[in-house]
Every structure is written in C-alpha cells, then in structure tokens.
C-alpha cells in the first residue's frame, strides 16, 4: 500500500469536495463499508446525549450512501478487555472519531489499546477520519491542542 488513507478536518466533512472524497475513498475499499464511529466527551470533558451521537451517525450514513452498509458505535470508554476491543473492531473499514476533548479521546485510545489496533487496521487499508480532537490524536504530538488551551486536561476529572 502507498500510504494510509486518512481525512483529518476541523470541522468534518462540511464541504462537496470533502464528501465526495470520502465516497471515493469508500468506494475503493469496499462495496459496502462498515464505519467504527468513536464518541468523544466535549471539550470541558462532559458527556454527551445519545441523540447528538446518534445524529452524526445518522450523517455518517448519508453522506456515504449506499456505500455505508453500517454505522457501529464503539466507546473507548467502556472497553476493559482486549476481545472486547477486538469485537468492536472487527470488518471495521472506516474508523471516524469526531470532535470532543483531545485529551480524554488519546487516554481512552490508549487505555483501551485502541491506537495501536487502529494502526494496525490502517495498514491493512481502512479509512481514518477525524475531526478537530479526533484529527489531533492522529498527529505525532498533542501541541495542536495546547493552541486555545480550550480542552479541560483532567476531562471533567476523569483522567488524572
């Protein structure tokens, strides 16, 4: 393989061109796609609703269209096992982590060991999509966060 395969933006898929890419990109990996979308906390650390979640899935789906047979949530926060982890990520083809708190989004990948499965799968071919937080933790240093110093670094007192 050339290279990975990734999309990193501030503010998602948010123009034509970007979609569009991402169809392709789609495309070329699969008939149809199976999209591991990772919530994040806000950026002071805060939980979300479930419906602002299930809204950027629903979002998910229609940008890739047919392309896009299943939207999985997988929360980083919860996996306490390997083969839970495992599990979540098997025939994942697109993994997508959205905005949300830079620090708690990188502890909860490496906590539950999913920053190095992610790589592996990247290496194999599947898509990395991330957006402001999650596109930061996709960098070699977490210095992008540290610009408007807006993301609380305990996340709410969950990380220490």
């Known amino acids: 393989m050339a290279g990975y395969r990734v999309i990193l933006t501030s503010n998602g ?3 034509s061109e970007l979609k569009e890419e ?3 990109m789609l495309a070329a990996r699969s ?11 806000d950026w002071l650390g805060r939980l979300r609703e479930a419906e ?3 809204k950027q899935m629903a979002h998910i789906k229609e940008i890739g269209g047919e392309n896009v047979k299943e939207v999985r949530m997988v ?10 982890l495992l599990t979540a990520f098997k025939d994942i083809d697109v993994i997508w982590i959205p905005n949300g708190n830079t620090y708690g989004i990188l502890h909860h990948m490496r906590a539950s060991g ?23 933790v996709a960098g070699r240093t977490m210095r992008t966060a540290f610009w408007k110093d807006w993301d609380d670094r305990t996340v709410n007192g969950t990380v220490t």
């Open 114 to 136: 999913a920053s190095q499965l992610i790589l592996e799968l990247m290496k194999k071919g599947s898509i990395f999509v991330g957006t402001s937080g999650g596109s930061i």
């Open 31 to 41: 008939e149809t796609a199976t999209v591991c979308y990772v919530p994040t906390r």
């Open 75 to 84: 929360n980083l926060e919860r996996i306490r096992f390997e083969d839970d």
């Open 13 to 15: 898929l948010s123009s």
């Open 52 to 54: 602002y979640f299930e």
């Open 22 to 24: 991402f169809r392709r």
